[in-house]
């Protein structure tokens, strides 16, 4: 089926999908085909009320997409969440970040806030050691809490 997708400039883009593919699918789709990121995309049904598509695991069939059917696209940045680092002492801290953001980029935040060099910092998360990477390649979500361990040292 083909859905019309239609960005606030005023253009439109007609994609061929499958009623049993998801929403995130689609988001998938878009980013090839257009270059938004699927972290940005906000996709909105217009069907006498606005729904919007916020489930990306849920079929297209199931928001009752038909082929013909206009969705808008809004592109925004990701909102910022909120995470917790519990260092060694139990003492916790709470941190702002961008699911996109490096872990290098969050362990030198890390360093600024808590005095802690970069080289010193074993981050954990969900038994994971965040060594390289984007923090939502380590599951990392709102309310998350990132164990910070010291190195040690040794010869």
């Known amino acids: 089926m083909d859905l019309t997708i239609s960005l606030l400039n005023g253009s439109s883009h007609v994609l061929s999908v499958r009623p049993h593919d998801t929403v995130g699918s689609l ?6 085909k ?23 695991f849920a079929t297209l069939e199931s928001y009752s997409l038909r082929s013909g ?18 260092n060694e002492k139990g003492d916790v801290t ?7 953001e490096t872990v290098s980029h969050f362990k030198s935040r890390v360093e600024a806030t808590e005095g802690v060099a970069v080289s010193q910092q074993k981050l954990i998360h969900e038994s994971r050691e965040m060594k390289e990477g984007k923090l939502s390649d380590y599951n990392v979500r709102a309310n998350s809490t990132i164990f910070q361990t010291l190195r040690l040292r040794g010869g």
Not at 27 to 32: F, R, S, W
Not at 38 to 50: A, D, I, W, Y
Not at 94 to 100: E, G, S, V
């Open 69 to 86: 059917a206009r969705l808008s696209l809004l592109v925004a940045p990701p909102a910022p969440i909120e995470v917790f680092i519990q």
């Open 94 to 100: 709470t941190y702002d970040i961008k699911p996109d």
């Open 34 to 56: 257009l270059g938004f990121s699927c972290e940005t995309q906000k996709l909105v049904f217009v069907n006498g009320s606005s729904t919007t598509l916020n489930n990306d």
């Open 27 to 32: 988001k998938i789709l878009i980013q090839q």
